[in-house]
T-cell receptor
Framework: EAGVAQSPRYKIIEKRQSVAFWCNPI?????LYWYQQILGQGPKLLIQ????????DSQLPKDRFSAERLKGVDSTLKIQPAKLEDSAVYLC???????????FGPGTRLTVT | GDSVTQMEGPVTLSEEAFLTINCTYT??????LFWYVQYPGEGLQLLLK?????DKGSNKGFEATYRKETTSFHLEKGSVQVSDSAVYFC???????????FGDGTTLTVKP
């Protein structure tokens, strides 16, 4: 069974530029999560999808971050414009239900200069 | 809101030593509790879980018991190996739409 795929693995941008991350969850998983992990901290949930509907986005900075999950499968997370404090690893995870084990992708390491 | 507090690291042990990593939580209702592990150069993966009070999760020699009365889920292993060196994250999933909250992680280094 293929795991959660993410791309790109690394990205370096200047502040005020925009960037997008892509995630392909495990086939058949209804729930998809995006996390932000700042160095030395635990993952912080940004948004949780159930199929293509948003379950929780209370910690998503909506003035600059957006996410979508078209057709309840792949998802993209966008930052526009980026700030220095957005430098972090962005993790995508999926689970078969909203209450079960999460399977994590390798993450995208974003550096904003 | 929900929160998870882990003991601060890093933790350095000798091989075959006993390991305890403390984890306490604050949440409404009866959350599910998890320990995830991140080995060097790899992604996060589930180590063990417990879904109700007094449940014990176990895997690879690690154990943790869901203690409702002390709101704790401490990770233990009787004899650590060098290969256990990793970052360990305690996490909960709330009964409110399954929202996830993670602790800040504890780095374990096991020396031969």
């Amino acid at each position: 069974e293929a795991g959660v795929a993410q791309s790109p693995r690394y990205k370096i941008i200047e502040k005020r530029q925009s960037v997008a991350f892509w995630c392909n969850p495990i086939s058949g998983h209804a729930t998809l999560y995006w996390y932000q992990q700042i160095l030395g901290q635990g993952p912080k949930l940004l948004i949780q999808f159930q199929n293509n509907g948003v379950v929780d986005d209370s910690q998503l900075p909506k003035d600059r971050f957006s996410a979508e999950r078209l057709k309840g499968v792949d998802s993209t997370l966008k930052i526009q414009p980026a700030k220095l404090e957005d430098s972090a690893v962005y993790l995508c995870a999926s689970s078969s239900t909203g209450y079960g084990e999460q399977y994590f992708g390798p993450g995208t390491r974003l550096t904003v200069t | 809101g929900d929160s998870v507090t882990q003991m601060e690291g890093p933790v350095t042990l000798s091989e075959e030593a006993f390991l305890t990593i403390n984890c306490t939580y604050t949440a409404t209702g009866y959350p599910s509790l998890f320990w995830y592990v991140q080995y060097p150069g790899e992604g996060l993966q589930l180590l063990l879980k417990a879904t109700k009070a007094d449940d014990k999760g176990s895997n690879k020699g690690f154990e943790a018991t869901y203690r409702k009365e002390t709101t704790s889920f401490h990770l233990e292993k009787g004899s650590v190996q060098v290969s256990d060196s990793a970052v360990y994250f305690c996490a909960l999933k709330s009964t409110n739409a399954g929202k996830s909250t993670f602790g800040d992680g504890t780095t374990l280094t096991v020396k031969p």
